[in-house]
């Protein structure tokens, strides 16, 4: 069997692919997205980037909203397992590799450590633009008028930006870039990241990336502030924690409890480790 | 000066080399009767000076839309250059706005030149407020301050005298005189040197189509931007130009001031088109 | 100083609607008027005297000829044969024009006719609009009439608003087509009275009036049309 299930002319293409994304931060680089052993919308792409990438000295974690538990988030790393034999952890810190949908680990990445998000929508300019050609033309052009304009009406209606996850955000100072539906809490952790992010789209076939200490911005007007989802009035039923980002749950009884998302996070925090 | 057009040239076809000099007024037709291609602007010159208000006025099919077209750029010249005051190069010599880069253009037709087309659907965004149409515009010019964009969005509504609480409706919910001022405004908001309309009130009533001139006239004199307004409606030509254009087929057939064009027409189409008023 | 000399100054008109018609507007007219002059145009109707005051202003072309004028700044143009620039320049600071009719606009009062000039010269819309309604009055306008359009007035009104608009802000050089032929004796006196103010003010002009008697009593010259030359006053 090859060795993480990719020929080498893919892996090939895929990493040509991403050295382009790194070279030019924020920027949509199109590729031949292959044929997976998972459908097409969950997380093909972010998979054919770990795989394009992966040695045999990697250590894998994976996680799907936070959890290593989740059952998308252990079919992948099983399966990467199965044609890797690679070394898996749940724990942040000792990762070479970390898979993820839709959120960013709570603990802080460290040089030498790659991120890969799965991406359901690339183009950050599909709410405001439905035309590709047009699309392209706006970012060759540097022009996101109409993504401040959306900012400008969401403001002058409601105050602030309508959008929760998958807030634009300016990467390099160049490219309007969608970060995919992780919430804003995890935005401000893009810039000056120390860690490589990459960023993976299967059925849109798309790769991009944000080096190390690259500078990200979300969009937003001089006079306004870039407000976060705060739980600082949250505690954790399992280790006590408070004010990092909560699952709210509601129990049979109508009750309300709240749980830390990052659950490896979580666990180090009731072992005592953080 | 703040506009110059030398040898601006638009023909639908082939454009042989016989085109230019077998269409115009004297043959009365705009097809080379060589290659059938259309002669829609046939090698015009025009120089506009600063405080000046220049009508373009001909007929269907003279040429004086396209040739506002391909100074905006919204299509494509196939001979000619264009000078705006305003965009030099490095060594301080004008360069011709026709081969502007996309970036380019767009700070032309954002600090420059504005248009403001007869169908408002073409000058708006029916996607964004009228507020937000304005918006667009203030913050290509660069502003990124929330409360100082808001402030100029009402600014420029009040000049239009839209009122101010319908600042966050949609465009559709206007009328077409109304629709017509927050083009307008959108227009003015970053502060253009040069004005291009295209037929502004035609298809208007009369009672907006008078309000909306007046209002032209009135903004002009306080910001005191230059225009070039193309018309076939003499009444309107006279009520805001200092200095008038009559196009056929493509060409210039006479030049001057409006009085002067009106009252004493030299060249027989002009004097055609005169007399034609009712 | 010499401030406008007219040379050999001709004018046909040729009406392509008919057929290519040529009809004479007047020949070989010249004259000159010097700097605080007024020269008056004498002759029958349709001999050409308006058709060369709108030449002068240039709302008429020339056929050929020059006309020559000298700027408050010494330096000189000729109106016959110059670009349309020039001539905007000249309507704005040099050459004023009263008609014989005036140019009605429908949705602007009398007030803000008159007020106009002073504002676009910089005045203060508050000061301009007193010093039109002191003209106004002084014309004879009723106080009820500033603040609604001339549409409605008498021809007579129309024209003492027509002339008050160009007296508010007299040009150094002005025209003035049968200013007073639709006025009666008293308005007349009065536009009369103003106008040789102008001229103690060193106002240059040139103008038309059918009545011997205002001829006689403002022109420093008289330039006779069909005989082409200056004649007594």
Redesign the interface.
């Known amino acids: 069997m090859r060795y993480a299930f990719l020929d080498e002319n893919s892996k090939k293409e895929i990493r040509r692919a991403i050295l382009k994304a790194i070279a030019i931060p924020g920027y949509q680089v199109p590729f031949a997205s292959r044929e997976m052993p998972i459908a097409r919308g969950w997380g093909t792409g972010g998979l054919q980037i770990t795989l394009s990438i992966i040695n045999e000295g990697d250590c894998i974690k994976v996680i799907d909203q936070g959890c290593d538990g989740s059952l998308n988030a252990v079919n992948i790393r099983n399966f990467v397992v199965s044609v890797t034999g690679n070394k898996t952890t749940t724990d942040t810190k000792k990762a070479t590799i970390i898979q993820s949908r839709h959120r960013i680990p709570e603990e802080q990445l460290e040089e030498g450590q790659c991120l890969v998000l799965q991406v359901p929508y690339p183009e950050v300019l599909v709410n405001?633009e439905a035309d590709s050609y047009k699309q392209k033309?706006m970012h060759?052009?540097?022009?996101y008028?109409?993504l401040?304009?959306l900012l400008?009406?969401d403001?002058?209606?409601f105050g602030d930006s309508r959008i929760s996850n998958r807030y634009p955000v300016i990467v390099n100072n160049r490219y309007a870039m969608d970060p995919t539906p992780i919430p804003r809490y995890d935005i401000p952790k893009l810039n000056n990241n120390k860690a490589l992010i990459l960023f993976g789209a299967g059925r849109e076939k798309k790769i991009y990336a944000i080096p190390p200490y690259t500078e990200v911005e979300p969009l937003k007007?001089?006079?306004?502030e870039f407000k976060i989802e705060t739980f600082d009035d949250k505690k954790c039923a399992r280790c006590g924690t408070k004010g990092v980002f909560m699952d709210e749950v509601y129990n049979d009884d109508g009750s309300v409890t709240y749980y830390c998302n990052d659950t490896s996070y979580c666990d180090k925090k009731l072992k005592g480790e953080l | 000066m703040i506009l110059e057009v030398k040898n601006l040239t638009k023909v639908y076809g082939e454009f042989c080399d016989k085109c230019l000099e077998s269409t115009g007024p004297e043959f009365e037709s705009s097809v080379c009767p060589y290659c059938s291609s259309v002669v829609a602007v046939n090698n015009i010159n025009i120089r506009v000076n600063k405080g000046e208000v220049v009508g373009i006025v001909g007929e269907s099919g003279s040429g004086k839309s396209t040739l506002l077209q391909l100074i905006y750029q919204d299509q494509k010249a196939d001979q000619g250059v264009v000078y705006i005051d305003g965009f030099k190069d490095d060594l301080g010599n004008y360069k011709n706005i026709l081969e502007a880069d996309?970036?380019e253009l767009?700070y032309l037709r954002t600090k420059l030149m504005s248009m403001i087309y007869q169908n408002p659907r073409l000058g708006l965004?029916y996607?964004?407020?009228a507020?937000?149409?304005i918006?667009?515009k203030i913050?290509?010019s660069g502003i990124?301050?929330?409360?100082?964009?808001?402030k100029r969005v009402l600014y420029f509504l009040e000049k239009t005298e839209i009122p101010k609480e319908r600042?966050?409706d949609y465009p559709d919910r206007f009328s077409g005189g109304q629709q017509q001022r927050i083009q307008i405004s959108k227009a003015l908001a970053s502060n253009p040197k040069l004005l291009l309309l295209d037929e502004p009130t035609t298809g208007l009533d009369l009672s907006v189509q008078a309000k909306i001139l007046d209002l032209i006239k009135k903004l002009q004199k306080e910001m005191g931007f230059a225009m070039i307004i193309v018309s076939h409606d003499l009444g309107v030509i006279k009520h805001l130009t200092n200095i008038c254009i009559v196009m056929k087929n493509g060409q210039i057939v006479e030049k001057g001031l409006t009085d002067q064009i009106l009252e004493d027409p030299q060249h027989p189409y002009t004097q055609l088109l005169v007399s034609s008023a009712l | 100083m010499v401030k406008i000399r007219i040379k050999n100054l001709s004018k046909e008109f040729t009406v392509y609607t008919r057929g290519g018609v040529k009809i004479q507007g007047y020949n070989n007219v010249d004259f000159e008027v010097k700097k605080g002059e007024f020269l008056s145009l004498y002759g029958h109707s349709g001999i050409g005297k308006s058709s060369l005051l709108k030449a002068i202003y240039r709302t008429y072309t020339t056929t050929s000829g020059d006309i020559i004028f000298t700027k408050e700044d010494g330096t000189t143009v000729n109106i016959a044969k110059c670009d349309e620039k020039d001539i905007i320049e000249l309507r704005k600071t040099e050459i004023g024009y009263v008609s014989q009719f005036l140019k009605v606009l429908p949705r602007i009062s009398a007030l803000e006719i008159v007020a106009a000039p002073l504002i676009e010269k910089g005045e203060s819309e508050k000061v301009a609009k007193i010093k039109a309604k002191e003209l106004l009055d002084f014309f004879g306008i009723k106080e009820e009439l500033f603040n609604v359009s001339p549409l409605t007035f008498s021809g007579g009104e129309q024209q003492r608003v027509n002339i008050a608009k160009e007296l508010i802000a007299p040009k150094p050089f002005l025209l003035l087509d049968e200013p007073t032929a639709s006025l009666d004796y008293a308005n007349t006196m009065k536009v009369i009275k103003q106008l040789q103010k102008l001229k103690e003010n060193n106002v240059t002009m040139i103008g038309i009036f059918h009545d011997q008697d205002d001829l006689k009593t403002i022109s420093d010259k008289i330039y006779d049309f069909a005989l082409k030359k200056y004649v007594e006053v």
């Open positions: 405001v033309l060759a052009n540097k022009d008028a109409r401040w304009v400008y009406e403001t002058a209606r007007f001089e006079d306004k | 996309p970036n767009s965004n996607q964004f407020s507020g937000g149409n918006a667009e913050i290509m990124r301050n929330y409360a100082e964009i808001r600042v966050d």
